[in-house]
C-alpha cells in the first residue's frame, strides 16, 4: 500500500524507498508521460485507515458519497451497503478510481478508455437481459476536487493530448459524446492556494503521520495543474504585484519545491543512480519547467468560454461558508509566504474558484463572469470532504441523477 491507509504496511516517505514509490519518476528530457511506474489505483477512497500509539481508527473520505449513491441504486460490486440486498440488478454504476499524482490529460485518456469499455459491457448486458441490441449508452458523471478537473477536460477534448508545441487544443466537446449529466463537487476550477503551499513546503497529513518533502509533491504534473491563476492576484509580492507562479524562473530566484537547494537531500532518495548533485539538479529543474509548462497549457484549455452542446448539463456543488485561504504574500527577503486574505469556501477551495468566477482580481461586477456555462449551481455551508455527508447534497445529488425531468 503505497497511500490511502496509515496503519502499518504503507509506503512511508521519510524513507528513500518510500519516497521513490510515492513520488513520480523523473528523466530529463522525457515526456511526462513517459514517466510512470508500477503503482496503480485500486478503487475510491472510501476511509482513510490511520493507526496511532497502536490503535487504529478511521477517517471518512467517500464513504459517504458512495454510500448515497447506493442508496439511490447505483450499486458497484465495491460499494457495500449491509442493509440493502440488490442482488444483480444494478450494473451500471462504476467508480472510475485514477492516479491522481499524473497529468489530468493522461486521466482523461484512460477516463475515456474506463467509458467505452464500460459502455461496451452494458450494451451487452442489455442485449443478454433485455434482447435488446446496440443499446444507447450515456454516462452521468459525479467529480469531486480534482476529478472534476479531469472530466470538464475530457468533456471538451475527449482522449485528446495537448498540442506539443504548447498552443491551445481545438475544442471539439469529444467526450460529451457520451455524457447527459457532470455533477462537480469542490471542484479547484480557478485552483487552490493549497497547492502552491505544498509544492513549497511539503505536506503535513496529521500528528504522528508522515511529512511529504515539497520535492515529492513536486515530481506529482497534477499537483502544479491546481495552481491559481495569476490574473485573479492571488499571490502576490510585498509590493502588491501579481507573481507568476508559471514561470520557472520564479521558482529559481525563490528557492521553491524542486528549485530549493536544501530539498538536495531528498532528491538523493528519489534518484539514488545519479551521485553529482548537479545533475540532479538539472533534473529536478527540468521536471519542473515540463510540469509547469503543461499546466499553464491545460489551464488555458479549460478556460476557454463554451457553451456545452445540447443535452449536457453540468451542475456545480461548492462550499460557501468556511474561511478559504484567497490571498498569499511572499516576502522574498525572508524567504516565507504569509496568508494574507481569507475568503468564503470549503477550507480548501474557494467559492470563486468553483465557479471560476473571472471577476476575482478584476473589476467586480454584479453578474457573475465565467467560461463555464452551468446549468445550476448549489451551495453548501461545509469543509471540502464533509460537502459529501451534507443532507442536503443527498437529496439533491439523488434528484438530479433520478427525478429531474430531462429538457
Given amino acids: ?37 508500477n503503482v496503480y489505483s485500486d478503487g475510491a477512497l472510501e476511509r482513510v485507515k490511520v493507526r496511532v500509539l497502536g490503535l487504529p481508527f478511521q477517517l471518512n473520505a467517500y464513504v459517504n458519497i458512495l454510500s448515497a449513491l447506493g442508496a439511490g441504486g447505483y450499486r458497484d460490486d465495491s460499494i457495500q451497503l449491509d ?93 460529451a459524446k457520451y455524457v447527459d449529466k457532470a455533477i462537480f463537487i469542490g471542484t479547484p476550477n480557478a485552483g487552490s492556494l493549497n497547492a502552491l503551499k505544498q509544492l513549497i513546503n511539503g505536506k503535513d497529513i496529521g500528528p504522528f503521520l508522515p511529512t511529504y518533502e515539497a520535492s515529492i509533491l513536486g515530481t506529482m504534473p497534477s499537483v502544479y495543474q491546481l495552481l491559481p491563476r495569476m490574473r485573479h492576484k492571488a499571490v502576490l509580492d510585498q509590493s502588491g504585484n501579481p507573481i507568476d507562479v508559471f514561470d520557472p524562473q520564479i521558482w529559481e530566484e525563490f528557492e521553491w519545491g524542486l528549485a530549493d537547494p536544501e530539498q538536495d537531500r531528498v532528491l538523493i532518495d528519489l534518484l539514488p543512480e545519479v551521485n553529482d548533485p548537479s545533475e540532479r539538479r538539472k533534473i529536478a529543474l527540468d ?23 445540447k443535452g449536457l448539463q453540468l451542475y456545480l456543488i461548492a462550499g460557501d461558508a468556511v474561511p478559504t485561504n484567497s490571498k498569499l504574500t511572499y516576502d522574498t527577503g525572508a524567504k516565507i509566504i504569509e496568508l494574507s486574505e481569507n475568503a468564503n469556501g470549503d477550507g480548501t477551495v474557494l467559492r470563486s474558484s468553483a465557479l471560476m468566477d473571472e471577476r476575482i482580481g478584476n473589476e467586480w461586477k454584479p453578474k457573475l463572469i465565467t467560461p463555464i456555462d452551468w446549468t445550476n449551481v448549489m451551495f453548501l455551508f461545509t469543509d471540502h470532504l464533509e460537502l459529501t455527508k451534507d443532507p442536503a447534497f443527498t437529496d439533491n445529488i439523488l434528484y438530479l441523477l433520478l427525478e429531474k425531468p430531462k429538457s
Avoid at 10 to 37: C, F
Avoid at 88 to 112: G, I, M, P
Wanted: net charge negative.
Fill in 1 to 37: 500500500m503505497v497511500w490511502g491507509a496509515f496503519d502499518g504496511g504503507y509506503a512511508n516517505p521519510e524513507t528513500p524507498e518510500g519516497a521513490r514509490l510515492v513520488a513520480l519518476p523523473m528523466k530529463k528530457n522525457a515526456k511526462l508521460s513517459e514517466l510512470t511506474d
Fill in 83 to 175: 442493509t440493502i440486498d440488490y442482488g444483480d440488478e444494478h450494473f451500471t454504476c462504476f467508480q472510475f478510481s485514477y492516479d491522481w499524482r499524473l497529468d489530468n490529460v493522461e486521466n482523461a485518456k484512460r477516463l475515456h478508455n474506463f467509458i467505452q469499455e464500460k459502455s461496451a459491457y452494458i450494451k451487452e448486458e442489455f442485449k443478454k437481459r433485455f434482447g435488446i441490441e446496440d443499446h444507447e449508452v450515456k454516462f452521468d458523471i459525479i467529480a469531486h476536487s480534482m476529478g472534476g478537473l479531469v472530466t470538464r477536460y475530457y468533456l471538451r477534448y475527449g482522449p485528446k493530448d495537448l498540442p506539443e508545441d504548447g498552443s491551445e487544443p481545438e475544442l471539439t466537446w469529444e467526450g
Fill in 287 to 309: 521536471h519542473l519547467k515540463k510540469s509547469l509548462k503543461k499546466a499553464k497549457q491545460f489551464q488555458d484549455s479549460l478556460d476557454i468560454p463554451a457553451s456545452p452542446p
